[in-house]
């Protein structure tokens, strides 16, 4: 079945970094666009950032263009989100998201707090 399983959350100050990553199984990840999102508590949930299947084209959330970097792995079946010059706002837990089959399937989620 599909398995997608978030990690690289944590805790870290304003200004800092992080890389999440998604590893992804139970489907061919090279044929799928995949997406993150995150949701921030009593916020819905938001799209951050979205690769195509191959990686050619990416798309960003306005709130992180030029500080989020989504890329991806399909020989590791891997997504990535680097994400620098972090803010307080960016706090959220980050899901990674495939869309497929007319269902969204998504991970269990990691925690990014940033605070000082």
């Known amino acids: 079945q599909v398995q997608l399983v978030e990690s690289g959350g944590g805790l870290v100050q304003p200004g800092g970094s992080l890389r999440l990553s998604c590893a992804a199984s139970g489907f061919t990840f090279s044929s799928y666009d995949m997406t993150w999102y995150r949701q921030a508590p009593g916020k819905e949930r938001v799209l951050v950032a979205t690769?195509?299947?191959?990686?050619?084209?990416?798309r960003y959330a306005d709130s992180g263009k030029g500080r989020f970097t989504i890329s991806r792995d399909n020989a590791k079946n891997t997504l990535y989100l680097q994400m620098n010059s972090l803010k307080p706002e960016d706090t959220a837990v980050y899901y990674c998201n495939v869309f497929m089959g007319g269902h969204h399937y998504w991970g269990q989620g990691t925690q990014v707090t940033v605070s000082s």
């Open positions: 690769i195509t299947r191959f990686g050619d084209y990416t």
